[in-house]
Structures are given as structure tokens and as C-alpha cells.
């Protein structure tokens, strides 16, 4: 095979557009997979993105293509279409010369076909735009083909129509990658540089890296190293993914393979470092990739406490392919020993609990998310502050500024009304109405951010009956009228529970939480009151009635085993409970007080 | 060593809404059989013992004629008995007659439980049971003058949409009728019941808790011993004080449980299994370690508590080295004599709680 005959590009779309789905077809089409191991969409990895229906991490695979009398090696890598997600779309991009943009034929362009575009033509990739999904009975082919034409200025020519269900138009969508893509720019002769755009933890075989290979080549038994860390290790296995692992004996220039060194250290591996080799060491890394800032800080506590050091090996097993992920270490007096955790967004931090609930088997308590406020002090400093509790006293505080965003709001437009009621209710600020065409409009807000992270999105879905769809973009800070506020159970503070809240919204805010909490907790053996404080100020105040009796009463017949079942059965349920102070209170109370009016 | 039998006649002429014992309407035919499989029953298990109480229970046990009652009374000579060994009947109140009564004094019966749950019609139609204060206070006088002197009462509370007031009338009424013991129900809706299937609900909390309180007061010339039984002095029921006091004794009987060599059964609910002498369905060996939580489980509904120095004797360590009871005894939840160990009396209502603080 010629070395110019090599093509790297990924799929970008809105989540749920058809891009796994497309995917399989491609490696259907190329025989990279035998009929009889096609699983649906055979990327998807985890468990939590089939059952979510959502890519999560990105994957790499080699394809085999013949067009034309000439053999190609494609490697298709796979992102993920969540806004949360879009750094592990930046890092695809920069493995990549060409992406295939694909639109649903009834939904249209949607807030993430815009956001990933936006990253593609970032990265200076060859764009190929697809109408997918044309086989359905309410597609509508003109108008995509339109949309596709007027808002992001492809030509009608050079669309592709295609059903990745049926197979219709896969085969064009795999010429216009060989023919519109670019071949990498291939240096065999420069000393070897790779880009780590992706790593994993195996049990057996250490950290593996998946990388492209930019300049020269990288071999079996070189000694590789770290740019950034500066760590060393000699290369034990090499290879490439068809998707199954086919190992070789080097990687070159252009190439995108795997590499594992019994590399039994995480911290010295970094997504986005550049690997170079020993003998033949190159002096500049390359670029890297967009890195992204974690947004929203949560406070993640073992539930039971011992399981302190299997969390954090948890973790730093996960940010291992997962850079954004960035966590130290927080004490709780309610919660005890745990982490400070920071997230691209809500679904990356239910994502991330999930995978620790699941994957490491631990259970875990999550306080609300917080974003991170710039406080200005009296004496003039400035401290950032990602949690409730790191909050200065108010007699210290300035002032205090908080993150906004820049919404794409993409719906129809009989939603316009409700969309901009729930944005007003967010303390969004009007910016604009956007028509994509005379049926369909995107919303401009600006938005706090610490409003979205509880329930924007899933109000947005409710409110639109689905239609909806969302991102953001993070336009920096804006000062606010700010106050923390605690929450007081039987008369002390749960630091736990306190949050951040604008002043206008305080009263209304605690009192719901306050209502919420007196839902959740149970009655206990006596009576509870709830408060909500600013300072020493009670704005909010309900209380929790005591028990008035739980007693199994009779026992006939000297029954008693049974009796004793009863009690092991409400042991068994005080398990989901964490005391505070001398309260027991559910697990589910420290998140849900946030997820509602 | 068992000191104490239990035996379950399920036999009724009515079935009550509530109820989720083994039981069925009377018929001859199967009485008949039943007592057959009893009488083998006992041959095979019992060991021999002379016990110090016995309990017949149901069911319904009056319900049975002359011939089947002279029957189970063979069956249950063949138990060894203490010169005083407390020796209960369940009756219901329709079935005492004075023929009843003499076949029961002459086996030695010497203490009646009368099932008589409440007086007022909508408890009484919610149960599906009748009850009339005349009749009772008849009855009673009858059971009087045929020389038992040892007689409790039954009293159901907290039945959907009794009020306070209802059961102060329940109350008084069981007073006029004096009985040496009153056993106090909160009603269960259990599965498998007519109410459970009717989806009926409890009534709240606070009301089923104001209740209990009534009840204590109004009853607190007499000793609360038990958390839900209340008894003239001396009177306190013995067979009930063995399962409280964590003591073996043989069950007997459709579905009837008990407690033998450390080892807690339970007899098959199943009428055709128990026929063909197929009789335990569940066994639970008891560790020493499950025996102490049982203790606590049980010795703290006595009001009285638990004894010290008699858990030293029993399992060989302090009470306080087996439980950390510390937490408890500083929250006032237990309170602590020289000798004994208790729940704090104003605590007692909500007694679950605080055994899953222990165990």
C-alpha cells in the first residue's frame, strides 16, 4: 500500500442522529467485522453507552478499503455527541484530516451539529456532510438538504443521502472520505513524535495508549517517553484495532494504533502528551489538543466510609482516559472523608458516578454541584471558590461574580414562548431569536451557569415535549448578588447541603429545599426541625414530626422468628441511610433538594 | 429443655378479616384427622418433660364438640405437667357454655383467653366478628361461678376509623367485665388478609400512638409488664413470659412455632402436609450469638427489662461487653438499675427503633 493512501477521520452529529449505527455499517461494509460478530452499534463499549444509547468515550479502528485499483487504510475514531463531551470530540479531531458531519432527515440540524462543527472547522478538517436516517416515513430530505445549504453554507452537490440502517449511501460516504480527505502528512525521516489522544487501564497489560502516529515511525522494544512527564518505558506490544487488536511490529508515521509498556504508574501517563522515543528523541511535543475546564464541583463521599481508598483508586483510574476529570480531597463534618470533584457538566458527573457505582462496585453520596465563583475580598484579593463551604464570611466579601453561558436553544418555534418563560425563570438575560428557517428558531440567552447544572436541561425536554435541543458555550463572569445559604437539621449546619443561591431567589429556593428535605427524611425519634439560614438569619423553617410508634405489637403464637425478620428487614433499609449529627438522613437527600421548584 | 407447649387448633365457625393464622372453617371430617395427626405429633417430638405452661390456641379452640374436645385432652395428658402449671384455653365468647366449661376444668385448664377484640359495631363489623356486652358480662359471671379465676381479654385498637373515643368505651366496658389480663392488639393489616386484599390503611401514626397512650393510663392500676399486656399482680400471663424470657417451648400443631434445643421451626401452614405427618417447614439454628440478639428482641418488651446477672449466667459475658449499649443508655433510651436494663418507659412506643439501634 502506498503511505499517501492513508485516511483519518471521525463522525461528528447531535446525540442520536445515527452515528454508532453508521459506524457498524462502515465496518460492515469493509469486513472489519464478520456478520455473525455484528452487536449493535459495536463501538459502544461500556455497558453504560449501549444502555444509554450514548457514545461516551471515543475508540479507534482500522479500516480496509479498494477503490480504484488501490488499497486504503481509513481509521475511523469515534466521539461522542454530548455537549459534556465535546473535549473527547476535540481530541479525536486532532488525530484526524476529515470528518463526516451527519444530520437527521427529520430533525435537522440540532444544537451539537453546530458545536461539533464548529470544533471540526477549528481543527481545519475536510467536511463531509450526511443526511442520515432518509429511509424514515417523516423524513424531509429538501428541508435538511436546505438547512445544510443556508445556516452552514454546504453545497447541495456534495451532501451525501444515506440510511446507515439500510445501508443506502454508505459505500459514497466511504469514497468521499478516500477521495475528499487528506492523507496525513507523512514524515518518516523526523524523529518519531505520537499523540496520546486516548489511554485506558487494563488489569493485565498496565496503561494502554491509543495514538497517532504524526512524524516517523515507533517500533517494538524502542524505549518511549513522555514529553510532559518525562517517564520511560520500553514497548512491549504495538498494534492497531480492525476493531479487534491486530498487533504489529511498528507504527508509523500517519498511522493509529495501540501501545502498551506494563505501564503500572497512572500518573505519569497524560491524554494529550506527545510520545517520542529514546534514541531519536524530538525537542518540540506537538499541539495537543483543546483542553477542557471542568465546570461544575461536586463533593463524592464513599457511603461507607472505609471505602475511602478504593474511591480514590477509582478515580485515578478513570481520569486516566479522562482528562478532564480533576478531583482532591474534601472532609465532610457531615459526610466525612471523600473528594472534590470537577465535571464538564451534569452528564458527565452522572456518567462518572455511575461508573464508580458500577465498574469499582462503590456506593457513593453526591452533595449538589457547584460552579466556581470569583469572590472579590474587602482587602482587594480575589479567591476562586468551588464549593459552599470554602465560602468567605459575607462581613469579608466584596463582591462576588459568577460564570454565564451563551445558549443554543434549537426548536420549534411554537416553543418560543415557553423556552424564553423557563430562561427568564433561570435569571437568563435576553439576547436573540434565531430562524433556521420559518418552523424552527435557536434561542440566545445568557445564563448563569450555576442555573443549568441542576434541572435546565431536563425542564428544557419537558417543556418542549422533547423537541428541544441544547449547548452552551461558557462566555466568562458577570457579577451577581450571591448569598450562601445553609441548611440546619435539628438546629446544626449540614455543611453538606449548603448552596450558592442569588439573593432574589433565597426565599423561594429555601423553602423548597426545605419542604423537599421534610419529604425525604424520615420521621425519627423526635421531632426535627428543618431550617434554611443566610448567616444567622432563618428564612425558611418546617419541621419533621417525631415518630409516634413503631411497634410490632402482637406476636401470637411465639412467632418470633418472623418478628425478627420484620426487624432485619428495617435494618436492612437503615443501610441507605447516613446519620448527621444525630439524624438519619437518605442518601438520595443531599442531591435531590436541588431538583426541583 | 422446653418448659412450655403451645398447641394451634385451626379450626373456625367464622374467619375473621385480620386474621393470617393457619385456619379453616369447622368440619368434622378434618377435626377428626387433625387431632389424629396432633396426637402422632406430639408422640414423635415431645420429650418427655414436665412443663409449667400450657397453650391451647387457634383457631378457634372452642370451637369443638364434646366427643373432639375429651379427644385433645387424651392427647394432651401424655404431657407431664407441674402441680402448677399455668394451663390456657382460647375461647370465643359465643362457644362458652357451662358444659364447656366443666369438660375444661375437669383437664385442668385454669386460665381462659377470651377473644373478644371490641364492642363496638363498626370494629366489629370491620372484623367480621360479633360481640355484645350483656352476653359477655354473662358469660363471664358463668366462667366466675365455675371457679376460673385467671381470665384474660383481648382487645383490639387502632382499626381504620376508630376514634378515641371508641376505644375509651372498649376500654370501660372491659373494665366493668374485670378480668385478671387484658392483651392489647394494634391491628396489623398483614398479607394474604381480607383487609390487605380490601386495601384498607392504617390509621395514622399519631392516633395509633395517642391510643397506646390511653391505654397505659387507663390501665395503670394494673401491671404493664409486657409492652402490650397488662395484668392484675400475679396474673401476668406465664406462657407468654417464656417467649419473652428467650426460653424454649414446644410448638404443636398447623403452623404453630417453637423453639427446641436451640433450634427455632416453624410447622408446615400446609393442613394436607401436616395430615400426612409432614410436619416442620423451616428450621433456624440459633448461634449463641443470635440467641443474645433474640434476648434483647424479646427481654426489652418486658417492661422490666432484661436481668444482668442473669445474661452473665446465661451467655458468659456482661450484657454491656455483648451490645455497646453506652450510646443508648446516655440518650435515655435504656435506662439501667443494678440489676436490669429497660427501655425507658417513654420510649417505649417507638421500640423498634431502638432494637435496630442494639442489634
Not at chain 1, 436516517?133 to 417523516?138: F, G, H, R, Y
Not at chain 1, 457505582?357 to 472579590?376: D, K, L, Q
Request: aromatic share 10%.
Amino acid at each position: 500500500m502506498k503511505k499517501e493512501n492513508i485516511r483519518n477521520f471521525s463522525i461528528i452529529a447531535h446525540i442520536d442522529h445515527g452515528k454508532s449505527t453508521l459506524a457498524d455499517r462502515l465496518l460492515e461494509l469493509t469486513n472489519a467485522v464478520e456478520k455473525r460478530e455484528m452487536k449493535d452499534q459495536l463501538l459502544d463499549n461500556m455497558d453504560l453507552e449501549r444502555e444509554r444509547g450514548i457514545t461516551i468515550k471515543l475508540n479507534a479502528v482500522k479500516l480496509n478499503y479498494h477503490l480504484d485499483n488501490e488499497d486504503y487504510v481509513i481509521n475511523l475514531i469515534d466521539t461522542p455527541g454530548h455537549v459534556d463531551f465535546s473535549y473527547e470530540v476535540s481530541r479525536s479531531l486532532a488525530a484526524c484530516e476529515g470528518a463526516i458531519l451527519i444530520v437527521d432527515a427529520a430533525q435537522g440540524i440540532e444544537a451539537q451539529t453546530l458545536a461539533n462543527l464548529y470544533l471540526a472547522l477549528a481543527n481545519d478538517l475536510k467536511i463531509i456532510p450526511v443526511i442520515n436516517k432518509i429511509d424514515l416515513p417523516n423524513a424531509n430530505i429538501e428541508k435538511v438538504k436546505k438547512e445544510l445549504v443556508e445556516v452552514l453554507g454546504f453545497k447541495e452537490e456534495e451532501i451525501i443521502l444515506c440510511s446507515a440502517k439500510t445501508g443506502v449511501g454508505v459505500k459514497e460516504i466511504l469514497d468521499a472520505v478516500v477521495k475528499k480527505v487528506p492523507a496525513p502528512q507523512i514524515n518518516l525521516d523526523k524523529p518519531p513524535r505520537a499523540l496520546i489522544f486516548d489511554s485506558y487501564y487494563d488489569p493485565y497489560r498496565g496503561v494502554v495508549l491509543l495514538v497517532k502516529v504524526v512524524d516517523g515511525k515507533i517500533s517494538l522494544k524502542d524505549t518511549m517517553c513522555f514529553m510532559a512527564t518525562n517517564c520511560e518505558y520500553e514497548i512491549i506490544e504495538l498494534g492497531m484495532r480492525t476493531p479487534k487488536e491486530e498487533k504489529c511490529h511498528e507504527l508509523k508515521s500517519g498511522e493509529v494504533g495501540f501501545i502498551s509498556a506494563a505501564i503500572k504508574d497512572i500518573s505519569g501517563v497524560r491524554v494529550g502528551d506527545t510520545l517520542t522515543v529514546k534514541k531519536n528523541r524530538a525537542e518540540e511535543p506537538l499541539a495537543g489538543y483543546k483542553e477542557m475546564k471542568p465546570m461544575v464541583f461536586s463533593g463524592i463521599f464513599p457511603s461507607i466510609p472505609n471505602k475511602y481508598d478504593e474511591l480514590k483508586d477509582a478515580l485515578n483510574k478513570l481520569k486516566l482516559n479522562d482528562a478532564a476529570l480533576e478531583f482532591e480531597p474534601e472532609t465532610s463534618e457531615a459526610l466525612g472523608f471523600g473528594f472534590r470533584i470537577g465535571f464538564l457538566g451534569l452528564l458527565h458527573m452522572d456518567v462518572i458516578i455511575s461508573r464508580i457505582e458500577r465498574e469499582f462496585a462503590i456506593s457513593i453520596i453526591a452533595t449538589s454541584p457547584s460552579v466556581v465563583y470569583n469572590v472579590y475580598l474587602t482587602d482587594g484579593s480575589m479567591v476562586k471558590v468551588d464549593s459552599p463551604s470554602k465560602m468567605p464570611e459575607r462581613v469579608k466579601i466584596e463582591h462576588i461574580e459568577e460564570p454565564y453561558i451563551f445558549t443554543n436553544i434549537i426548536a420549534p418555534s411554537s416553543y418560543v414562548g415557553p423556552i424564553m418563560e423557563l430562561c427568564q425563570n433561570k435569571r437568563g438575560i435576553y439576547k436573540s431569536v434565531e430562524y433556521l428557517d420559518p418552523t424552527r428558531i435557536n434561542v440566545h440567552y445568557e445564563i448563569p451557569l450555576s442555573e443549568i447544572v441542576y434541572d435546565f436541561y431536563d425542564k428544557l425536554k419537558s417543556t418542549t415535549k422533547g423537541y428541544a435541543s441544547f449547548d452552551y458555550e461558557v462566555i466568562g463572569y458577570k457579577t451577581s448578588d450571591l448569598v450562601k445559604m445553609d441548611i440546619l437539621l435539628n438546629g446544626d449546619i449540614v455543611d453538606a447541603l449548603s448552596i450558592i443561591v442569588h439573593k432574589d431567589f433565597a426565599y423561594p429556593k429555601g423553602r423548597a429545599i426545605v419542604s423537599k428535605l421534610r419529604e425525604l427524611i424520615p420521621r425519627q425519634m423526635f421531632q426535627i426541625p428543618i431550617q434554611a439560614s443566610i448567616g444567622s438569619k432563618v428564612i425558611a423553617r418546617e419541621n419533621i414530626s417525631a415518630m409516634s410508634k413503631n411497634v410490632l405489637a402482637k406476636c401470637y403464637g411465639g412467632d418470633v422468628s418472623r418478628k425478627r425478620k420484620l426487624l432485619e428487614k428495617q435494618k436492612e433499609g437503615k443501610k441507605r441511610m447516613k446519620m448527621v449529627g444525630s439524624v438519619e438522613v437518605p442518601q438520595e437527600a443531599f442531591l435531590a433538594v436541588l431538583k426541583d421548584e | 429443655m422446653a418448659s412450655s407447649v403451645y398447641i394451634h387448633i385451626p379450626f373456625c365457625q367464622t374467619i375473621c378479616s385480620y386474621c393470617d393464622f393457619p385456619k379453616f372453617l369447622y368440619n368434622e371430617k378434618w377435626v377428626y384427622a387433625y387431632l389424629t395427626s396432633l396426637k402422632k405429633e406430639i408422640k414423635d417430638r415431645y420429650m418427655d418433660e414436665e412443663v409449667e405452661t400450657i397453650y391451647i390456641g387457634g383457631g378457634t379452640p372452642s370451637i369443638l364438640n364434646k366427643e373432639e374436645l375429651k379427644r385433645l385432652f387424651k392427647i394432651i395428658e401424655t404431657i407431664k405437667k407441674t402441680a402448677n402449671c399455668e394451663f390456657t384455653f382460647e375461647c370465643n365468647l359465643s362457644d362458652i357454655t357451662e358444659e364447656l366449661l366443666i369438660i375444661l376444668k375437669e383437664n385442668g385448664v385454669n386460665r381462659l383467653s377470651i377473644g373478644i377484640e371490641s364492642f363496638q359495631k363498626k370494629n366489629l363489623e370491620f372484623m367480621g366478628r360479633t360481640a355484645d356486652f350483656k352476653n359477655a358480662s354473662a358469660k363471664m359471671n358463668l366462667c366466675r361461678i365455675l371457679g376460673f379465676n385467671n381470665i384474660n381479654l383481648d382487645l383490639m385498637y387502632a382499626i381504620p376509623n376508630e376514634t378515641l373515643h371508641d376505644l375509651k368505651k372498649d376500654l370501660n366496658l372491659f373494665l366493668k367485665l374485670n378480668p385478671e389480663h387484658i392483651s392489647t392488639y394494634s391491628l396489623l393489616i398483614e398479607e394474604h388478609t381480607k383487609i390487605y386484599i380490601d386495601k384498607e390503611e392504617y390509621i395514622s401514626e399519631e392516633l395509633d400512638y395517642e391510643m397506646f397512650r390511653y391505654i397505659c393510663r387507663k390501665l395503670s392500676n394494673a401491671h404493664h409488664y409486657e409492652i402490650s399486656n397488662f395484668a392484675l399482680k400475679g396474673y401476668e400471663s406465664k406462657h407468654n413470659l417464656v417467649y419473652w424470657n428467650n426460653e424454649e417451648y414446644y410448638g404443636f400443631g398447623l403452623g404453630a412455632a417453637g423453639y427446641i434445643d436451640s433450634v427455632r421451626y416453624e410447622n408446615t401452614r400446609n393442613l394436607k402436609k401436616y395430615l400426612l405427618g409432614d410436619y416442620v417447614k423451616t428450621k433456624e439454628i440459633v448461634s449463641k450469638e443470635e440467641k443474645m440478639k433474640y434476648e434483647i428482641m424479646l427481654g426489652l418488651r418486658k417492661l422490666s427489662g432484661i436481668n444482668k446477672k442473669e445474661f452473665k449466667q446465661k451467655y458468659g459475658l456482661e450484657l454491656k461487653e455483648a451490645f455497646n449499649l453506652t450510646p443508648l443508655l446516655k440518650m435515655k433510651d435504656l435506662l439501667e438499675t443494678k440489676e436490669y436494663i429497660y427501655i425507658n418507659p417513654d420510649k417505649l412506643y417507638v421500640m423498634n427503633e431502638i432494637l435496630l439501634k442494639i442489634i
